[in-house]
């Protein structure tokens, strides 16, 4: 998987997606939900979520979006807290 957003925020490490969440998504929508979360655009997040991610940037933490497909499906991308990773993964994965 291999996605450039334009002006990211931070840098995503190795980029993976579940098994459940590859063969549900589409792959175009998971696309462009990467390149908003490396934009620092966390989807469906509450106010409270998106404040944390925004301190996680500062001073470091797991960063969390969660995003919808257009037919309603739900996911998330969870960058860990070292920037090794960020995986794109349903619900039902975690």
Not at 22 to 44: N, Q, Y
Request: net charge negative; hydrophobic share 35%.
């Amino acid at each position: 998987m291999s996605v450039i957003a334009v002006n990211p925020r931070f840098h995503p490490g190795q980029l993976m997606i579940t098994r459940n969440a590859k063969g549900v998504l589409p792959h175009s929508e998971v696309d462009t939900a990467i390149k908003r979360h490396l934009r620092g655009d966390w989807g469906d997040v509450c106010q409270s979520d998106w404040q944390l991610n925004e301190d996680a940037l500062k001073h470091g933490g797991r960063l969390l979006s969660v995003y919808h497909t257009q037919d309603g499906e739900k996911f998330w991308i969870i960058t860990e807290a070292d920037y090794s990773a960020t995986t794109v993964l349903l619900p039902s994965d975690y």
